[in-house]
Each structure stands twice: as structure tokens, then as C-alpha cells.
């Protein structure tokens, strides 16, 4: 097998470095090189502590036995499997052999410069005892086995084979089972060359300067002209198959070894495997299969083992999404069981336990979970036969796991741990610390969070889903202008926040947008976008969810169809004079779609379809990924559906820069739409207002709101459920109820439904702040909640009232100032957000006085063109002429006037 080398000598590694230990850290293990100046806390030990590679320590020369000692010794507790001791060192072999034998000997390894068969196989026997492995350098400028064994050797090649074979083979038997790596220096490898080693049972030491990445993927076959070996190409020459299409068997575990299912290799799906840090395998219909290319059910690849025959070989992986197989389950064998099993059902449970339930209350309740865990641990204490220890135990390993699932923490984190510890020479002292009396220490906690508590409850009983009532008929005209208004929102701050954000996506383009991403999104991006066309649905996606979106991606089609009128404008405006106007779709759009607190597809259809429709030749969707840098399968079916160009997986300011202006992967577009929080929406005004961005946006938007106008008829369920539909989207958003001559009781009625309703919400946090900045205010008339509703101008209008059927076009009539309208009771806003056909995409905070919703013109621009004969001009000339002299415009004028001398004569 191959053992790569990476040189660390001195300062922090650059970024590059970083990225070829991530790659070399894959075969399974990686000789690091290091000097007395390299940094062990700040620049080693962070490497050392990778749970998934088998990391050796090659050391330099020291003029003392204590001080090689004391290195040795703090480069194993910093968790290095093996350290590499170069021989010899300028003291004594038998100082040296006493310094070896106080460290176990599967941790150290021997480095020999190969001089002589003799000296060699001496200085192995001397300390076969101490070590486990053996590096043999050797500086020979030619080395026989780089050949395949065949009849074509001459004669002296043949003898000169043999004689390098009867060597290795003894250095082999006087090393008996001891891990032996030959470091061939002026030798540029082959994969014949390491299958001819690996059958002597040498594995091939390959320096970062003898190794490339990716060559496979270039089509340059797997060594570069400069002698470079593909790492994959050299990890396979020594694989062996008997399969006749040359495959490797392939088993893919999670990182606790839970079979997730087979698939199978080759040398060039390796190669891309190493290249991408990914699974990818080599499909037997289709060739290359990158797992999770549609179904978003990507694998971090973390380690590649051949098992003891060399046929069969190891993927151990993350696992993202539902899982490694095509029935949506994590592993292709079924159901898991045991801690991995605990593990997923916890981390499911985290995210959407039923609230009341037990596992919510111990998610919610640190105090109960720390109750819990020091009750099952004291239990199993006392307890004395084996059923019981390991029912206790279980208790433990629960309670215990359910801290570290409400805290980030896996059981990959604890295995890296316990590892690590495996790995110490110095031994703790393991005493135990002082008790502490749980049951004191509550009581003084307790004490310290009442008063704390007491003030929370004070502060959240404002947040109860009241409604604030107004009367329109006692209230002053400043109160009526306050509630026609939205609250003041300051965009000085969140401009001087933005800015920079734009200017670092101007300046580095995609590593800005990867920085900026895992600062404020928690991810780290392998790639900024997710390149089209998208041609699967993704496995996650069930069928009444692919049914729902079919269903509302149809309506949305034939009502943004049907604002399309593709044929040109004609117009004779004077005898001669003919104005005309043409249609033409905006080439390249944005579209930005936001991630946040709720998954948003609807957002993507109201703003693909019409894109779409228009005839947009070039859609691009932004949109914040999921924690494992994924994107919601959602997002990505309707993405496939209105043929986007690509996915940049990014949100906020970062993402709007971006499609602004441009990175190495994420195309410059000429409109920008879509909505979004304070920061989104200040990036969009920012770039429309540089000219250098040469961009446009759809709207200004703010938080989102409706306004519900009801009358005595109206059901006290429907209202207070299209109020909380929009109160549940942010704690800025308002919901407010326009009452028309409600009776007190009437009124209470609503508010309890709110109540009632607003509690049972998942999202019941946010959505009682933003009732808590909403208002009801009461009128008399239908047309005082009207005239009300056009000063306020809502993003949506709901009305439900009596005899709707027969009045709605009379009312239709009066409406001013809305985004978008719903008439009667059955005429939800939900409706329109989803699937009844019109856009959702609408102006809030008072701008629907003068913007529209999203439509197929938002995508649209109208180029105007005019023909005028000579009698035309000979009729409009003169007031041409006229109207230049008036603005003293006179090279105007004298444009019109030189035709016209020669019509007139």
C-alpha cells in the first residue's frame, strides 16, 4: 500500500497543505514531517487529533537522548499514533534503545538509511524489540521492480530483479511481522511499481512531491508528465480482483462501522473519491456515481481501508440526508439498532418532538436532564446483578446522550475522545474529585435563577397573544397616523453592517462567500453552488409532497401565462407617424430564496414560474444551505422544474452580492427578486444603487403582515388563524384585525381563538412576539375598514365579511392599496402563498402604494421603436421644432428642420 508524506516543518500550514493532509488523511494513515520549530499545540496537535487518521510523527535529529525523550513523549500525548526516529541519532544506539524501551513499542517506528543489506538487517535486529514499523531509505537511482515480471526483461534486468528481490525479502524475514515502508527518494513511482512492492510486502513512502490529485479526472491517465502519481491510481495498485470487470467490492460504514450498504470501485472512482473528499463509487450501468449528486444524501468521506486480502475495501463516511440507500432508509440493510439507532431517533426527536412530550420536556428542561443523569448514575452505583448493572446503564448512556444531542455533541465527538485518551503515555492519576451534593447544589441554583425567572415572567407576560385594541372612534389623528405606519426600523446600522459584507464578496468572490457562510450560517462549503440541470427528483421527497408541488406549480403557470402578451404594440399616433412596442425578457435573473426559520419551495415557484414564463434565458437560485451544506430537496425539485441554471448555496447580504456582482463560479444577473430579512433587503437597495453593479431588484421589502377586515359574520376560528398564518413567519411581522362594529364579546371571542390556536403552534415563540406588535382596531362601516386599509396599505388583505358572493366586486372596486386581496371567508392567505395561482412575492411595509406583487412582467422590460414617413414628419415637424426652441434645445431643433427644408422646399 501507499504511506503519503507531508512536510510541516515550521510555521502554521498554509491552506493548501491543509487540503493535501485532508486528502493524504483518507488512505489511512500519513507520515507528517516536523522540526524542533514547528508548533505541537497550535499547529499539530489540532491534525493529530483527527479521530479518522492513523497519523506517524517523522522527528529530526537531537543532540540528547532526555531531550529526544521528552519530545517523543509530547508529541504521543498530543495524540500521534506513531512517532518516526530518524537512525542514527549523535548519541549512543544503546542510549538510544534505553529511551525506546520506556515508550510501548507499537508506538515507535525506526527510520534506516539503506547503505547495505548487512548494515541493515543488523541495525533491524537490534531493535526489532522496541518498534513496530521500519522505514528503509534508499537513494538508489534505479530500481528494478518498476517493471512488470516478464519475458520481455533482458537478461541483466531479470538478474538485477532478483537480486532486489532476495534483499526485501530479507530485510522482510529478519523483520518478521513488523510494518515495513521502503522510501524509494530518487525513484518516481508507478502503480507497478507499488504492486510489485506490496507483493514483498513493502508499502511505498510517496512524498506530496511525487503525488497528485484529480489526474484521473483530467483524462491524463495516472502519472502526470512531471512524474507525478495519481493518489488514487497509486492506492489501487494494490487492490486485487477477480471480478471480470475489474471492480472492487466496496462496503460504505458510518463513522461507528454500521454498515450503510455495498457498492463498488475502481482506480479512476477512487481517484475522484480522494479528489472530492466524497463517496464515489463506479456504478455498473451508469460509471461514475457521485452519491448525493441529486438526492442531496451526500457522504464526507473520512477514511478508505483495504481489508487483510487486498480485495475487498472499507468506506467509512458521513452520512448526510436520509441515507445511503434509494428506499430512503440510512442503510440499505434495514433499521438500525443499538447507540447508532438512539443516536438518530434523539436527533430526530431533538428537532421535532410533539411538545408536552417527555423527550421535549428533557430537551427543554436543563435542570430535569441534569436531575436525571446524576439519579440513573447514582443507581448505577447500587446496583449489584448484571441485569440491573445494564439496565442502569442504559439509563446512563440516555440520559447522558440526550445532553450531548441538545448540545451539538455526537458519538463520533465522545469516540474522538476516548481515543484520543488511548493515545496518552502520561497517565492521569485517576482519583476521583470531591463529591458534590446534587441535591445542595440544585437548592443554590435554584435560589440564584428565581429571581431571574420572576423577571422573565414579568417580561413574557406582555407576550400572551393579547390583542392590542384601538377604537377608531376615540383615537386621536397622531394615533391613527402611528398605527397607519409600520415601526421605525433604523437602516443605519444594518447598512454599515452590510457594506463590508458586499465589499469582501467583491474582493474574493467564492472564499468570501464559504467564510461568510460558515460565520453566519454554522456550514462549511466543500462548493458555493450546485451547478444545473437539475434532472432527478431527489429520494427524500414523498410523493404527496411532489403532488402538492406539481399542483401549485400548475396554477401558478396559467395565471402568469396569462399576463403574457408577447405582441408588439402598434399605435399610429398622427397621420405618418407610427410608435410601436416590443417584449423582450430580461436575460439573466436572481432569485433569492430564504432559508432562516422555515423551509420556503413556495418561494421558489412564485418566483421561478413567472421567471420562467417570461422567457428568461439564464434563472439562478440563492438560497442559505442546510447545516450539512446541503440544499432542501424542495428547493431543488422545483429548481429542476423551471430548468434552473444553478444553486448558489449561500443566503443573506453575501448571497445578494454575489448575484450582483459576479464570483468565479456564481454568474453576474441583471435583476435581483425575491424576499428576505433587514440585511437581504438592505444589500438589494445597495447594489441597485451602485452603478457599477449595473442590477436591478424587484421591490423593497420588509417584514411580512396582513390585514384582516371581518365583520359580526365572520367565524372567530377563520380569523384568528389568518392572523397567526403571517404572525408565525418572524417576530417583526404584524397580523391586524380590522373589526367592523364587533360587540365586546364578539371581539373576545377572536382573541381566544388567537390564544387557543397561537399556544398549540410549533411555531408559537415567534408568532406571539409578532402578535404582541400588532393591533385590532374597531370601526363602524365596511367602507371606514376600507379607507383604514388604503392608508395602511397591507402586503395582504383579507375580507371576510357578510354576503360576500354578491358584493365583491363593489368592493374589489374600493381597494386602493394591497398586494394582494382575498375575498370571503373560504379565501384563505394560505391559499394564495401556495397554490391557487397569483404571487406571493408581494411589497410590504406600506410600498404596495406603489409597487405590485411579482408577475411574468417583473421579468419582462419593453423596447419602444417608431416609424415616421416624410408626410408624418411634415405633420409633427412643427411642434417639434416649437418645443426644442421653448427648452433652447437648438441642435434638436435644427434635426427636425433640415428634413423639413427639404419636404417643404
Same mark, same amino acid.
Given at each position: 500500500?501507499?504511506?503519503?508524506?507531508?512536510?510541516? @516543518?515550521?510555521?502554521?500550514?498554509?491552506?493548501?497543505?491543509?487540503?493535501?493532509?485532508?486528502?493524504?488523511?483518507?488512505?489511512?494513515?500519513?507520515?507528517?514531517?516536523?522540526?524542533?520549530?514547528?508548533?505541537?499545540?497550535?499547529?499539530?496537535?489540532?491534525?493529530? /487529533?483527527?479521530?479518522?487518521?492513523?497519523?506517524?510523527?517523522?522527528?529530526?535529529?537531537?543532540?540528547?537522548?532526555?531531550?529526544?525523550?521528552?519530545?517523543?513523549?509530547?508529541?504521543?500525548?498530543?495524540?500521534?499514533?506513531?512517532?518516526?526516529?530518524?537512525?542514527?541519532?549523535?548519541?549512543?544506539?544503546?542510549?538510544?534503545?534505553?529511551?525506546?524501551?520506556?515508550?510501548?513499542?507499537?508506538?515507535?517506528?525506526?527510520?534506516?538509511?539503506? =547503505?547495505?543489506?548487512?548494515?541493515?538487517?543488523? +541495525?533491524?535486529?537490534?531493535?526489532?524489540?522496541?518498534?513496530?514499523?521500519?522505514?528503509?531509505?534508499?537513494?538508489?537511482?534505479?530500481?528494478?521492480?518498476?517493471?512488470?515480471?516478464?519475458?520481455?526483461?533482458?537478461?541483466?534486468?531479470?538478474?538485477?530483479?532478483?537480486?532486489?528481490? =532476495?534483499?526485501?525479502?530479507?530485510?522482510?524475514?529478519? $523483520?518478521?511481522?513488523?510494518? #515495513?515502508?521502503?522510501? #524509494?527518494?530518487?525513484?518516481?513511482?508507478?502503480?507497478?511499481?507499488?504492486?510489485?512492492?506490496?507483493?514483498?510486502?513493502?508499502?511505498?513512502?510517496?512524498?506530496?512531491?511525487?503525488?497528485?490529485?484529480?489526474?484521473?479526472?483530467?483524462?491524463?491517465?495516472?502519472?502526470?508528465?512531471?512524474?507525478?502519481?495519481?493518489? *488514487?491510481?497509486?492506492?489501487?495498485?494494490?487492490?486485487?480482483?477477480?471480478?471480470?470487470?475489474?471492480?472492487?467490492?466496496?462496503?460504505?460504514?458510518?463513522?461507528?462501522?454500521?454498515?450503510?450498504?455495498?457498492?463498488?470501485?475502481?482506480?479512476?472512482?477512487?481517484?475522484?473519491?480522494?479528489?472530492?473528499?466524497?463517496?464515489?463509487?463506479?456504478?455498473?450501468?451508469?460509471?461514475?456515481?457521485?452519491?448525493?449528486?441529486?438526492?442531496?444524501?451526500?457522504?464526507?468521506?473520512?477514511?478508505?481501508?483495504?481489508?487483510?486480502?487486498?480485495?475487498?475495501?472499507?468506506?467509512?463516511?458521513?452520512?448526510?440526508?436520509?441515507?445511503?440507500?434509494?428506499?430512503?432508509?440510512?442503510?440499505?440493510?434495514?433499521?438500525?439498532?443499538?447507540?447508532?439507532?438512539?443516536?438518530?431517533?434523539?436527533?430526530?426527536?431533538?428537532?421535532?418532538?410533539?411538545? *408536552?412530550?417527555?423527550?421535549?420536556?428533557?430537551?427543554?428542561?436543563?435542570?430535569?436532564?441534569?436531575?436525571? +443523569?446524576?439519579?440513573?448514575? &447514582?443507581?448505577?452505583?447500587?446496583?449489584?446483578?448484571?441485569?440491573?448493572?445494564?439496565?442502569?446503564?442504559?439509563?446512563? +448512556?440516555?440520559?447522558?446522550?440526550?445532553?450531548?444531542? $441538545?448540545?451539538?455533541?455526537?458519538?463520533?465527538?465522545?469516540?474522538?475522545?476516548?481515543?484520543?485518551?488511548?493515545?496518552?503515555?502520561?497517565?492521569?492519576?485517576?482519583?476521583?474529585?470531591?463529591?458534590?451534593?446534587?441535591?445542595?447544589?440544585?437548592?443554590?441554583?435554584?435560589?440564584?435563577?428565581?429571581?431571574?425567572?420572576?423577571?422573565?415572567?414579568?417580561?413574557?407576560?406582555?407576550?400572551?397573544?393579547?390583542?392590542?385594541?384601538?377604537?377608531?372612534?376615540?383615537?386621536?389623528?397622531?394615533?391613527? =397616523?402611528?398605527?397607519?405606519?409600520?415601526?421605525?426600523?433604523?437602516?443605519?446600522?444594518?447598512?454599515?453592517?452590510?457594506?463590508?459584507?458586499?465589499?469582501?464578496?467583491?474582493?474574493?468572490?467564492?472564499?468570501?462567500?464559504?467564510? #461568510?457562510?460558515?460565520?453566519?450560517?454554522?456550514?462549511?462549503?466543500?462548493?458555493?453552488?450546485?451547478?444545473?440541470?437539475?434532472?432527478?427528483?431527489?429520494?427524500?421527497?414523498?410523493?404527496?409532497?411532489?403532488?402538492?408541488?406539481?399542483?401549485?406549480?400548475?396554477?401558478? /403557470?396559467?395565471?402568469?401565462?396569462?399576463?403574457?402578451?408577447?405582441?408588439?404594440?402598434?399605435?399610429?399616433?398622427?397621420?405618418?407617424?407610427?410608435?410601436?412596442?416590443?417584449?423582450?425578457?430580461?436575460?439573466?435573473?436572481?432569485?433569492?430564496?430564504?432559508?432562516?426559520?422555515?423551509?420556503?419551495?413556495?418561494?421558489?415557484?412564485?418566483?421561478?414560474?413567472?421567471?420562467?414564463?417570461?422567457? @428568461?434565458?439564464?434563472?439562478?437560485? $440563492?438560497?442559505?444551505?442546510?447545516?450539512?451544506?446541503?440544499?432542501?430537496?424542495?428547493?431543488?425539485?422545483?429548481?429542476?422544474?423551471?430548468?434552473?441554471?444553478?444553486?448558489?448555496?449561500?443566503?443573506?447580504?453575501?448571497?445578494?452580492?454575489?448575484?450582483?456582482?459576479?464570483?468565479?463560479?456564481?454568474? =453576474?444577473?441583471?435583476?435581483? @427578486?425575491?424576499?428576505?430579512?433587514?440585511?437581504?433587503?438592505?444589500?438589494?437597495?445597495?447594489?441597485?444603487?451602485?452603478?457599477?453593479?449595473?442590477?436591478?431588484?424587484?421591490?423593497? &421589502?420588509?417584514?411580512?403582515?396582513?390585514?384582516?377586515? &371581518?365583520?359580526?359574520?365572520?367565524?372567530?376560528?377563520?380569523?384568528?388563524?389568518?392572523?397567526?398564518?403571517?404572525?408565525?413567519?418572524?417576530?417583526?411581522?404584524?397580523?391586524?384585525?380590522?373589526?367592523?362594529?364587533?360587540?365586546?364579546?364578539?371581539?373576545?371571542?377572536?382573541?381566544?381563538?388567537?390564544?387557543?390556536?397561537?399556544?398549540?403552534?410549533?411555531?408559537?415563540?415567534?408568532?406571539?412576539?409578532?402578535?404582541?406588535?400588532?393591533?385590532?382596531?374597531?370601526?363602524?362601516?365596511?367602507?371606514?375598514?376600507?379607507?383604514?386599509?388604503? &392608508?395602511?396599505?397591507?402586503?395582504?388583505?383579507?375580507?371576510?365579511?357578510?354576503?360576500?358572493?354578491?358584493?365583491?366586486?363593489?368592493? +374589489?372596486?374600493?381597494?386602493?392599496?394591497?398586494?394582494?386581496?382575498?375575498?370571503?371567508?373560504?379565501?384563505?392567505?394560505?391559499?394564495?402563498?401556495?397554490?391557487?395561482?397569483?404571487?406571493?412575492?408581494?411589497?410590504?411595509?406600506?410600498?404596495?402604494?406603489?409597487?405590485?406583487?411579482?408577475?411574468?412582467?417583473?421579468? #419582462?422590460?419593453?423596447?419602444?421603436?417608431?416609424?415616421?414617413?416624410?408626410?408624418?414628419?411634415?405633420?409633427?415637424?412643427?411642434?417639434?421644432?416649437?418645443?426644442?426652441? @421653448?427648452?433652447?434645445?437648438?441642435?434638436?431643433?435644427?434635426?427636425? $428642420?433640415?428634413?423639413?427644408?427639404?419636404?417643404?422646399?
Amino acid at each position: 500500500m501507499i504511506f503519503p508524506k507531508l512536510n510541516l @516543518c515550521g510555521s502554521t500550514p498554509s491552506e493548501d497543505e491543509v487540503n493535501l493532509y485532508q486528502t493524504y488523511s483518507l488512505s489511512g494513515s500519513v507520515l507528517i514531517e516536523i522540526d524542533k520549530e514547528t508548533p505541537v499545540k497550535e499547529v499539530l496537535t489540532p491534525i493529530l /487529533v483527527a479521530k479518522f487518521a492513523t497519523n506517524w510523527v517523522q522527528l529530526p535529529n537531537f543532540e540528547n537522548a532526555d531531550e529526544l525523550s521528552d519530545f517523543m513523549l509530547k508529541i504521543l500525548d498530543s495524540g500521534a499514533s506513531k512517532v518516526a526516529i530518524p537512525y542514527p541519532q549523535p548519541f549512543s544506539t544503546d542510549l538510544l534503545i534505553e529511551k525506546f524501551s520506556q515508550f510501548p513499542d507499537d508506538r515507535l517506528s525506526l527510520i534506516i538509511n539503506y =547503505k547495505n543489506q548487512k548494515e541493515t538487517l543488523d +541495525i533491524i535486529n537490534q531493535f526489532n524489540p522496541y518498534v513496530s514499523a521500519f522505514i528503509i531509505k534508499s537513494n538508489v537511482d534505479v530500481c528494478p521492480l518498476l517493471k512488470p515480471n516478464t519475458k520481455a526483461l533482458s537478461q541483466k534486468e531479470n538478474f538485477e530483479r532478483e537480486i532486489y528481490t =532476495k534483499e526485501l525479502t530479507q530485510i522482510h524475514a529478519v $523483520a518478521k511481522k513488523h510494518k #515495513l515502508i521502503i522510501d #524509494l527518494v530518487k525513484i518516481n513511482p508507478t502503480c507497478q511499481l507499488i504492486t510489485n512492492l506490496d507483493e514483498l510486502s513493502f508499502n511505498l513512502l510517496l512524498d506530496s512531491s511525487k503525488l497528485a490529485i484529480g489526474v484521473y479526472k483530467n483524462n491524463k491517465g495516472d502519472v502526470t508528465e512531471d512524474g507525478k502519481i495519481d493518489i *488514487g491510481a497509486a492506492y489501487s495498485a494494490s487492490l486485487i480482483t477477480d471480478r471480470p470487470d475489474n471492480l472492487y467490492s466496496t462496503v460504505v460504514v458510518d463513522e461507528q462501522g454500521v454498515a450503510l450498504g455495498l457498492a463498488y470501485s475502481d482506480a479512476e472512482s477512487i481517484s475522484e473519491a480522494f479528489r472530492t473528499r466524497q463517496g464515489v463509487y463506479k456504478s455498473r450501468s451508469r460509471g461514475l456515481w457521485y452519491k448525493g449528486l441529486t438526492s442531496n444524501s451526500v457522504q464526507q468521506l473520512l477514511r478508505i481501508d483495504a481489508d487483510c486480502d487486498k480485495d475487498t475495501i472499507r468506506f467509512t463516511v458521513h452520512q448526510t440526508g436520509t441515507g445511503f440507500c434509494h428506499l430512503n432508509t440510512r442503510t440499505c440493510f434495514g433499521e438500525d439498532s443499538g447507540i447508532t439507532a438512539l443516536e438518530a431517533v434523539l436527533k430526530k426527536r431533538f428537532i421535532s418532538a410533539p411538545e *408536552g412530550s417527555y423527550t421535549k420536556r428533557l430537551f427543554n428542561d436543563e435542570k430535569l436532564l441534569h436531575a436525571k +443523569i446524576m439519579e440513573e448514575a &447514582a443507581e448505577l452505583c447500587e446496583a449489584t446483578d448484571k441485569d440491573e448493572i445494564a439496565w442502569e446503564a442504559a439509563d446512563v +448512556i440516555f440520559f447522558s446522550l440526550s445532553k450531548c444531542i $441538545a448540545h451539538g455533541v455526537t458519538l463520533s465527538d465522545i469516540e474522538s475522545h476516548l481515543d484520543r485518551r488511548s493515545k496518552k503515555i502520561t497517565r492521569r492519576p485517576g482519583n476521583a474529585k470531591p463529591f458534590r451534593n446534587p441535591v445542595e447544589e440544585a437548592a443554590k441554583k435554584e435560589a440564584e435563577q428565581k429571581k431571574a425567572e420572576e423577571a422573565k415572567k414579568v417580561e413574557e407576560s406582555k407576550y400572551d397573544f393579547s390583542l392590542k385594541d384601538f377604537d377608531a372612534s376615540t383615537i386621536s389623528a397622531e394615533q391613527r =397616523k402611528v398605527l397607519e405606519n409600520r415601526p421605525i426600523r433604523s437602516a443605519d446600522n444594518i447598512a454599515k453592517l452590510v457594506t463590508p459584507i458586499i465589499e469582501n464578496v467583491r474582493k474574493n468572490g467564492d472564499k468570501a462567500i464559504k467564510e #461568510l457562510t460558515e460565520k453566519f450560517d454554522g456550514v462549511k462549503l466543500d462548493d458555493v453552488v450546485i451547478q444545473g440541470p437539475f434532472t432527478e427528483t431527489p429520494a427524500e421527497l414523498s410523493q404527496e409532497t411532489v403532488a402538492a408541488i406539481d399542483l401549485a406549480f400548475d396554477n401558478l /403557470v396559467k395565471f402568469h401565462q396569462a399576463q403574457l402578451d408577447p405582441k408588439p404594440l402598434h399605435v399610429e399616433t398622427t397621420p405618418g407617424v407610427n410608435c410601436s412596442r416590443y417584449v423582450r425578457s430580461i436575460e439573466k435573473v436572481g432569485l433569492y430564496v430564504p432559508g432562516g426559520t422555515a423551509v420556503l419551495p413556495s418561494t421558489t415557484m412564485h418566483l421561478g414560474v413567472p421567471a420562467m414564463v417570461a422567457g @428568461c434565458s439564464e434563472i439562478v437560485l $440563492a438560497t442559505p444551505p442546510r447545516k450539512d451544506g446541503s440544499i432542501v430537496p424542495e428547493v431543488l425539485y422545483v429548481a429542476k422544474k423551471i430548468n434552473a441554471k444553478m444553486i448558489v448555496k449561500a443566503g443573506g447580504a453575501q448571497a445578494i452580492a454575489a448575484l450582483a456582482y459576479g464570483t468565479e463560479t456564481v454568474p =453576474k444577473v441583471d435583476k435581483i @427578486c425575491g424576499p428576505g430579512n433587514q440585511f437581504v433587503t438592505a444589500a438589494k437597495m445597495f447594489v441597485q444603487n451602485d452603478h457599477s453593479a449595473l442590477v436591478s431588484i424587484d421591490m423593497p &421589502a420588509g417584514p411580512s403582515e396582513v390585514l384582516v377586515i &371581518a365583520d359580526a359574520e365572520a367565524k372567530p376560528e377563520y380569523v384568528a388563524a389568518d392572523l397567526l398564518s403571517q404572525a408565525e413567519h418572524g417576530k417583526d411581522s404584524q397580523s391586524v384585525l380590522v373589526a367592523i362594529d364587533l360587540t365586546d364579546d364578539q371581539f373576545k371571542a377572536i382573541e381566544e381563538e388567537v390564544k387557543k390556536q397561537g399556544n398549540a403552534l410549533p411555531r408559537a415563540e415567534i408568532a406571539k412576539y409578532s402578535i404582541a406588535n400588532s393591533f385590532a382596531l374597531r370601526v363602524k362601516t365596511l367602507e371606514e375598514a376600507i379607507t383604514f386599509s388604503n &392608508a395602511y396599505a397591507p402586503e395582504h388583505l383579507i375580507i371576510n365579511v357578510a354576503d360576500i358572493e354578491n358584493k365583491k366586486d363593489e368592493i +374589489i372596486s374600493k381597494v386602493e392599496n394591497a398586494g394582494s386581496v382575498f375575498l370571503g371567508s373560504y379565501t384563505t392567505e394560505s391559499c394564495g402563498d401556495y397554490a391557487s395561482g397569483t404571487n406571493h412575492t408581494l411589497p410590504t411595509y406600506g410600498y404596495a402604494r406603489m409597487y405590485s406583487g411579482t408577475n411574468t412582467g417583473s421579468f #419582462l422590460k419593453h423596447i419602444t421603436a417608431q416609424y415616421i414617413t416624410k408626410d408624418g414628419l411634415k405633420n409633427l415637424g412643427p411642434a417639434v421644432m416649437r418645443l426644442a426652441e @421653448c427648452e433652447s434645445l437648438d441642435a434638436h431643433r435644427n434635426a427636425v $428642420a433640415v428634413r423639413m427644408k427639404d419636404i417643404v422646399g
